[in-house]
């Protein structure tokens, strides 16, 4: 049986338990297994992009929420001449990723007279980023973390409060299993709702509450309207800043101890991004290049060099792949870099354009699995290889050639500034915002199906990379709050 089907039949099983809650009418509970539902669909892919069932259930509860009360009393700024209030809310922020510095560029680029502010649903991480707390007061806010001792219901029943008291546009940034927001929205008489989609290549919630989605690929764009049925979508350049480099090359490679006349190479991103599918091995194509160059080494930012994957290539080179974990800090690295390299098999958008914005010339991933998990093309930059020794071949050319390095670099940056520059983001997102008027609640069921036959490869690769223990976690802690007679009434036991 494919992974795809199992996934499915775990999926299923939760909304079962999810349904009985609702069949009960139990709205505390139900939003408890919805959100492990969703983390099902999100963590254990099953070829699906949303549930409507889960959807409707949801909203369902929202029907009911008023009866809830909340213990607490809440305060945002707030001023007669404001001419539009941004309510931005968000599971979680941290202080690594994109997800986090892009509720940052809505509070830089705050236009006068408006009036941005955020909460934090369920705030998990120990330490939130110091520049977004000072970005919302910047922009006329603050910063509201909802108390872990409310229920999610009476989050909910909370951020209804805060939209309809507060807002004149709400824009989730939400995590992909957090069913929150849906029942606090769930209702005609709330201000509009903006879906930032930051995880457009998998399941989420939110649909039918998302007045207008806004995608940043075109890949994600066209699931958004064909897998997901939203409403609405527009497809808008992701921003990125300008870099000022804090660190010359000469000194960032004296810090990291790199000869001056080494050859860098630099990948960033999330452990799971180079976890090896098939011949989509990044760790083995990159032990092989630096093998085949001994003037080079290669800088891995993200995974740890206790993977074994990692680990034994390290030992290979002896050394000349250095693997440095995660980093708050990262401009020492890219400014130690002469060439950056698409992570593969899942690419890594904001750090390949970040890369591209420092100078740097870009290399994508050779044999790319989709669309969605792949730069799209930019001026220059050279197309993906179509196989990994075409691939090997064009990193050692960018090895070998300073000048192929500085001129595809200078041509790749100038394409970058004009395609995504904060400017042009914040244009577009104005549009939007006159676009949307009012809040409605509903999916839209379009003929054209669409694929970009990616699904298998993914719900594999969750597995294979360890994204599939997160719902594990997820669900152990979830089992403990209910007692265990219950759970085998329902099943819950044979869904590991």
């Known amino acids: 049986m494919n992974q795809l089907r199992l996934n499915k039949e775990k999926f299923d099983r939760l909304l079962t338990v999810t349904r009985s809650y609702y069949q009960k009418g139990a709205w505390p509970e139900l939003l408890d297994w919805a959100r492990l539902t969703a983390a099902s669909g999100w963590h254990a892919h099953t070829g699906q992009y949303v549930s409507e069932e889960l959807e409707i259930m949801l909203v369902e ?12 009393k809440w305060e ?12 931005h809310v968000l599971t979680a922020a941290y202080v690594t990723g994109g997800h986090t510095r892009l509720v940052e560029k809505w509070l830089k680029y705050a236009k006068p007279g408006e009036r941005h502010a955020y909460v934090l649903i369920d705030q998990d991480a120990p330490e939130i980023p110091e520049w977004l707390p000072q970005a919302a007061h910047q922009a006329g806010g603050a910063q509201f973390i909802f108390p872990a001792s409310l229920s999610r219901w009476q989050k909910a029943r909370l951020l209804r ?33 903006l879906l930032q989609n930051h995880s457009g290549h998998s399941f989420w919630l939110g649909s039918m509450i998302a007045d207008h989605v806004i995608d940043y690929r075109e890949p994600e764009y066209n699931l958004s309207l064909f897998r997901r049925h939203v409403k609405a979508s527009s497809l808008v350049p992701l921003p990125i800043q300008r870099i000022e480099q804090t660190f010359s090359k000469q000194e960032a490679r004296r810090i990291l101890n790199l000869p001056e006349e080494t050859v860098v190479l630099l990948a960033i991103g999330s452990s799971y991004k180079y976890a090896p599918w098939g011949e989509h091995h990044f760790p083995n194509v990159m032990r092989d290049i630096i093998l085949d160059h001994p003037n080079a080494v290669l800088l891995v930012v993200g995974p740890s060099a206790q993977e074994s994957v990692w680990s034994d290539v390290i030992k290979e080179t002896k050394g000349r792949i250095i693997v440095y974990g995660l980093q708050k800090e990262i401009d020492m690295f890219y400014a130690t870099a002469d060439i950056y390299l698409e992570s593969f098999p899942v690419g890594s958008l904001t750090a390949a354009l970040e890369a591209a914005l420092r100078g740097l010339p870009v290399i994508p991933g050779a044999k790319p699995l989709a669309p969605i998990y792949t730069l799209q093309s930019y001026q220059g930059m050279d197309v993906p290889s179509s196989s990994f020794e075409e691939y090997k071949e064009r990193v050692g050319e960018y090895i070998r050639d300073g000048k192929l390095r500085r001129q595809n670099g200078i041509t790749l940056k100038k394409s970058i500034e004009q395609e995504h520059g904060e400017e042009v983001w914040r244009s577009r997102i104005d549009r939007i915002l006159d676009q949307v008027s009012s809040h409605s609640v509903g999916m839209q ?3 054209k199906t669409f694929s970009y036959g990616h699904d298998e490869f993914w719900s594999g690769h969750q597995l294979s990379s360890g994204t599939f223990s997160l719902l594990h976690r997820t669900l152990n802690q979830q089992l403990l709050i209910y007692s265990k007679e219950d759970n085998l009434n329902i099943g819950i036991h044979s869904i590991g």
Do not use: Y
């Open 61 to 72: 509860a929202s029907q009911h929420l008023d009866k809830c009360t909340i213990p607490l």
């Open 76 to 87: 945002l700024p707030s001023s007669f001449n404001d001419n539009r209030r941004i309510l």
């Open 161 to 193: 409060d805060m939209a309809v008291n507060w807002a004149d546009i709400v824009v989730l940034h939400t995590h992909p299993d957090d069913p929150v927001a849906t029942v606090a929205l769930g209702i005609p008489e709330i201000p509009p709702v």
């Open 445 to 447: 069921n379009r003929e």
